[in-house]
């Protein structure tokens, strides 16, 4: 099956510093989603991103299909952005997300 | 409702007992899938309807395990005989017509524990 690597596997930021999250998948894709799952264990969806650039707030998400990787970005971090982000795609052909293992980030005040 | 909506949001049971636990999805959505996911690991994919049939069910670990959704909306995830590592979260999400085309939503999940 499809190979999902997320870098950094954990990442630790002072309130208000920006960083990036890498997604490397081994096949082409239909679809591919960047999710926070906070504390309470709830995914929250942050993009649905299969090819291009999308921003929300202080989020923003590329993703260069013909590459196959996509990039996460938080700016001016707060402490409510910690907890898990993980990447999921869908390979071509198929019809269900493969989940990669996440990067932890822990945003300290 | 709005989102995609689990329960029980905790059970704790037994080994060898049976339980069930059910999804709700987004109104409209013919896509339904079930994930489970163990402690400090992502999501992994178990089953997935397509309107009221199990299209496919590759990632059900074993006979133990069976999920229905018999008009095509809420479905129900069994477990037989339930083992001690069967002690996980199991996330429901929805899409309106699959991940291939469109955005899957996670409930809350179902945390299931086994004693």
């Known amino acids: 099956g499809i190979q999902v690597e997320q870098s950094p596997p954990d990442l630790i930021l002072q309130e208000g510093a920006n960083s990036t999250l890498r997604c490397n998948f081994s096949?082409?894709?239909?679809?591919l989603q960047w999710f926070h799952q906070n504390p309470w264990g709830q995914l929250i969806n942050l993009f649905y991103?299969?090819?291009g650039t999308k921003q929300n707030g202080r989020l923003s998400a590329t993703t260069v299909a013909t590459e196959r990787y996509s990039l996460l970005y938080i700016s001016s971090s707060q402490t409510t952005d910690s907890g898990v982000y993980f990447c999921?795609?869908?390979?071509?052909?198929?019809?269900?997300?493969?989940f990669g293992a996440g990067t932890t980030v822990t945003v300290r005040a | 409702g709005a989102g995609v909506s689990q329960t029980p949001s905790n059970k704790v049971t037994e080994k060898g007992k049976y339980v069930e636990l059910r999804c709700d999805p987004i109104?409209?959505?013919?896509?339904l899938y079930w994930y489970r996911q163990s402690l400090g690991q992502g999501p992994e994919f178990l089953i997935y309807f397509q309107g009221t049939g199990a299209a496919d069910d590759s990632g059900l670990p074993n006979d133990r395990f069976f999920a229905v959704r018999p008009e095509g909306s809420v479905s129900t995830l069994k477990i037989q005989r339930t083992e001690r590592g069967d002690s996980a979260v199991y996330l429901c999400a929805s899409s309106l017509r699959g991940s291939n085309t469109g955005e899957l939503f996670f409930g809350e999940g179902s945390r299931l524990t086994v004693l």
């Open positions: 991103i299969p090819s």
């Open positions: 109104s409209g959505h013919t896509a």
């Open positions: 999921a795609v869908d390979p071509l052909g198929d019809y269900k997300l493969s």
């Open positions: 096949d082409s894709v239909n679809n």
